[in-house]
Structures are given as C-alpha cells and as structure tokens.
C-alpha cells in the first residue's frame, strides 16, 4: 500500500508542477509584436452532453454525431435511431442547447 500512496503522491507532484509550468508559459503577446491573441469560443455544451440529453429525451440511440459551425455558432449534427427503426437528425445549439 506505500508503494501505491508513493506513486500517486508523486503522480500529484508531477501533474501540480506541469499545470504551474503551463499556467506560467500562458502569457500574453506584447502589443508591440502585432500578434493578436487566440480565442477560442467556448461552448456551454460538450458533444458528449448534447448525445446524452437528446438520448433521453428522443428515447433514441445516436448513431452519428458530428459538429458543424455556421455563422460563428457550434451546432452538433446528431442521427438517431429508435427501437422501432426509425431514423431522423436533430441540431443541438452548443452555446443555448436547443434542439432543432
């Protein structure tokens, strides 16, 4: 059991130092060197979620799922199949979760 507690106190100890050194390198462009920063839009929903809620709520399996982007926004293409074989496609909005 010591040796377990050891390798995972030292597994902390690693993962502590490396997200130091990554939070420490995130530092932003001088204005001087024209660079402009990179952001990246943030979606309140994961693909993983919009596949689980549509699921529940279609009472479905998803059996493909892809992202697309119009007009700025994150959508989640998402093909269902239901028990009864039926097959159809939904939209999941990433940023409001609203299904189309």
């Known amino acids: 059991?010591?040796?377990r507690f050891t390798t995972l106190a030292l597994l902390c100890a690693v993962a502590a130092a490396a997200g130091a050194a990554l939070e420490?390198?995130?530092?932003?462009?001088?204005?001087?060197?024209?660079?402009?920063?990179?952001v990246m839009p943030r979606s309140a929903?994961?693909?993983?979620?919009?596949?689980?809620?549509?699921e529940e709520r279609?009472?479905?399996?998803?059996?493909?799922?892809?992202?697309?982007q119009d007009e700025g926004r994150t959508f989640y293409v998402l093909r269902l199949l239901n028990d009864a074989g039926k097959v159809w496609t939904v939209r999941v909005d990433a940023t409001s979760g609203s299904v189309q």
Do not use: F, W
């Not at 420490?24 to 990179?38: C, H, K, R, W």
């Not at 279609?58 to 493909?64: F, K, L, P, S, W």
């Open 1 to 3: 059991m010591n040796a």
């Open 24 to 38: 420490s390198a995130a530092v932003a462009p001088p204005e001087s060197s024209g660079a402009t920063p990179l």
């Open 45 to 54: 929903m994961s693909m993983d979620q919009a596949v689980r809620m549509v």
């Open 58 to 68: 279609y009472h479905a399996r998803v059996v493909r799922a892809q992202a697309e």
